[in-house]
């Protein structure tokens, strides 16, 4: 069973939710906020699976320091027991809209594993809900353009996290993350480059490991970022 925790500043968007979601056999919605501060509270204390968070709750720059805080908790911080921040980080799926690329784009960067359009219809989100909850990424292939328009735009005025070193990776691994960026799924990387499913797996793990991120999503970021993959003009 997938616990999934529902944010948004909109009562009657909290309930739709909660409708669309609980009536799934394996989705169950262990609670709801409705600020950042108060989501950051709940997923410590109610632990779950996924968070899927409204855009824009109380303005953009908020938004981000709430997804990083869900993504990455700090040890100590006076709303979360240091147990918490030691063992537990739930997914992020972020609902925006589509000309929030921008914000789409801070999230990701601040942890967020995954985006849907709020206009998604019922079964895209129970199904995203899913696989962010396997530990992989979703952004619809609207919002996968934009992105890669946004990083073209800001790679040069956004340095690279410390310890990000494209120098780092392996050749099979610059190999690997390139397939990743391009939007191939591990059974397709595995096949075009000859290699075993979980090889794949374990080079994907790697990279991330290396680069200092999360989740696939963030790994696409940093192709682009670095310069290894570069968008189509």
């Given at each position: 069973?997938?616990?999934?925790?529902?944010?948004?500043?909109?009562?009657?968007?909290?309930?739709?939710?909660?409708?669309?979601?609980?009536?799934?056999?394996?989705?169950?919605?262990?609670?709801?906020?409705?600020?950042?501060?108060?989501?950051?509270?709940?997923?410590?204390?109610?632990?779950?699976?996924?968070?899927?968070?409204?855009?824009?709750?109380s303005g953009t720059d908020d938004d981000i320091v709430t997804v990083r805080r869900l993504a990455r908790?700090?040890?100590?911080?006076?709303?979360?027991?240091?147990?918490?921040?030691?063992?537990?980080?739930?997914?992020?799926?972020?609902?925006?809209?589509?000309?929030?690329?921008?914000?789409?784009?801070?999230?990701?960067?601040?942890?967020?594993?995954?985006?849907?359009?709020?206009?998604?219809?019922?079964?895209?989100?129970?199904?995203?809900?899913?696989?962010?909850?396997?530990?992989?990424?979703?952004?619809?292939?609207?919002?996968?353009?934009?992105?890669?328009?946004?990083?073209?735009?800001?790679?040069?005025?956004?340095?690279?996290?410390?310890?990000?070193?494209?120098?780092?990776?392996?050749?099979?691994?610059?190999?690997?993350?390139?397939?990743?960026?391009?939007?191939?799924?591990?059974?397709?990387?595995?096949?075009?480059?000859?290699?075993?499913?979980?090889?794949?797996?374990?080079?994907?793990?790697?990279?991330?490991?290396?680069?200092?991120?999360?989740?696939?999503?963030?790994?696409?970021?940093?192709?682009?970022?670095?310069?290894?993959?570069?968008?189509?003009?």
């Open positions: 069973m997938v616990s999934v925790l529902v944010v948004n500043d909109q009562s009657l968007q909290r309930l739709a939710l909660r409708m669309l979601l609980d009536p799934e056999p394996d989705l169950s919605v262990v609670g709801e906020a409705s600020s950042g501060p108060e989501a950051v509270r709940a997923s410590a204390a109610l632990r779950p699976d996924v968070v899927l968070m409204g855009s824009q709750l908790p700090r040890r100590g911080h006076r709303h979360l027991e240091p147990a918490d921040a030691d063992t537990h980080t739930p997914r992020v799926l972020v609902l925006a809209r589509a000309d929030h690329e921008g914000y789409a784009y801070a999230a990701l960067r601040a942890g967020a594993d995954g985006f849907l359009l709020e206009d998604a219809a019922p079964d895209e989100l129970a199904s995203a809900v899913r696989i962010v909850a396997a530990g992989d990424a979703v952004i619809t292939p609207d919002l996968t353009r934009a992105l890669i328009d946004t990083v073209r735009e800001q790679r040069i005025s956004r340095p690279l996290p410390r310890g990000s070193d494209l120098a780092a990776l392996t050749g099979r691994e610059r190999d690997v993350l390139t397939a990743v960026a391009s939007g191939w799924s591990n059974a397709e990387i595995a096949e075009r480059l000859s290699i075993a499913p979980t090889t794949v797996k374990t080079h994907v793990s790697n990279i991330l490991a290396k680069i200092g991120a999360r989740a696939r999503v963030q790994a696409v970021t940093f192709a682009y970022e670095s310069g290894l993959v570069r968008p189509a003009a």
